[in-house]
Nanobody, 124 residues
């Protein structure tokens, strides 16, 4: 059974940094791409960042490119999202998810398993 637990969310001020972690109990974690998505009330889940199974290839949405960094530690079965220069519009519930095997994807429909999410609130 796959379990994903996000942590690191909370209330910060605009311009601050925050790091999210996602601990994954996934068999052969190092074989799967991972991703971060976010969602605000009344809106669909939005792609934020993705990383391939090696950690060498990453993708970002235009809205976070240059400010956020996704990384992974396969020895710890953990994926991270370092968020810098946070803006009020980054406020959302952030979810990590297990992506395609031996690949990476920006499409939510290609992600099979999701965490419960962690709230990030950026005050102006």
């Amino acid at each position: 059974q796959v379990q994903l637990v996000e942590s690191g969310g909370g209330l910060v001020q605009a311009g601050d940094s925050q790091r999210l972690s996602c601990a994954a109990s996934v068999r052969s974690f190092s074989s799967y791409g991972m991703g971060w998505f976010r969602q605000t009330p009344g809106n669909e889940r939005e792609f934020v960042a993705a990383i391939d199974w090696t950690g060498r290839i990453t993708y970002y949405s235009d809205s976070v490119k240059g400010r956020f960094t996704i990384s992974r530690d396969n020895a710890k079965n953990t994926v991270y999202l370092q968020m810098n220069s946070l803006k009020p519009e980054d406020t959302a519930v952030y979810f990590c998810a297990v992506g395609p095997r031996l690949g990476a994807s920006v499409a939510a429909r290609t992600y099979a398993d999701w965490g419960q999410g962690t709230q990030v609130t950026v005050s102006s």
